[in-house]
T-cell receptor
Framework: KNEVEQSPQNLTAQEGEFITINCSYS?????LHWLQQHPGGGIVSLFM???GKKKHGRLIATINIQEKHSSLHITASHPRDSAVYIC???????????FGSGTQLTVLP | EAGVAQSPRYKIIEKRQSVAFWCNPI?????LYWYQQILGQGPKLLIQ????????DSQLPKDRFSAERLKGVDSTLKIQPAKLEDSAVYLC???????????????FGQGTRLTVV
């Protein structure tokens, strides 16, 4: 069974700060998702990656397969980035997503 | 492209009552998932459909939860009778095919927030 751990659980930052959220998993995966969840519950997929790095606007996601670790970075953070960020690991054999418990990010103006 | 539609957005019921949630996946998506997300936790898979067949329902509490996807499109999730611990957000997601295939990712609905009092 894949265990997915996220850190930190809660993060408060000032507008403009560089933010890093970490995700580690216990068994090999075929892909890792970073998701954003706003109050009310809806989830938006930010990235799906299986190696290297992806960038979209101010968001950057990296993954190190050997170390079983991924990071989500937000540059020049803004209050509208405030949300819960969840990583989810896709196990190759099970083809199911195992979710981390999420990181509550609050960006203060 | 329309996203995954869920209704209702919010529901408050008393314990021992019944409740049903509805999900309309993205058109053409064969795989549909129901997740339960308890406050402060990540989503947990309840059931996965491939077209109208069940792929995995190992974590579905079958004594009170049921789900169906009769025509391989829309799906309903029912709880009967509800317990206090069922209070959670119920998320529906869909994907074109089975996850793990190249460029296949899951798309999530807005969720239904259930409060059992």
């Amino acid at each position: 069974k894949n265990e997915v751990e996220q850190s930190p659980q809660n993060l408060t930052a000032q507008e403009g700060e560089f933010i890093t959220i970490n995700c580690s998993y216990s068994v090999g995966i075929s892909a890792l998702h970073w998701l954003q969840q706003h109050p009310g519950g809806g989830i938006v997929s930010l990235f799906m990656l299986s190696s290297g790095k992806k960038k979209h606007g101010r968001l950057i996601a990296t993954i190190n397969i050997q170390e079983k670790h991924s990071s989500l970075h937000i540059t020049a953070s803004h209050p509208r980035d405030s949300a819960v960020y969840i990583c989810a690991a896709l196990s190759g054999s099970a083809r199911q997503l195992t979710f981390g418990s999420g990181t509550q990010l609050t960006v203060l103006p | 492209e329309a996203g995954v539609a869920q209704s209702p957005r919010y529901k408050i019921i008393e314990k021992r009552q019944s409740v049903a949630f509805w999900c309309n996946p993205i058109s053409g998506h064969a795989t549909l998932y129901w997740y339960q997300q308890i406050l402060g936790q990540g989503p947990k898979l309840l059931i996965q459909f491939q077209n109208n067949g069940v792929v995995d329902d190992s974590q579905l509490p079958k004594d009170r939860f049921s789900a169906e996807r009769l025509k391989g499109v829309d799906s309903t999730l029912k709880i009967q009778p509800a317990k206090l611990e069922d209070s959670a957000v119920y998320l529906c997601a869909s994907s074109l095919g089975a996850l793990g295939r190249p460029n296949t990712e899951a798309f999530f609905g807005q969720g239904t927030r259930l409060t059992v009092v």
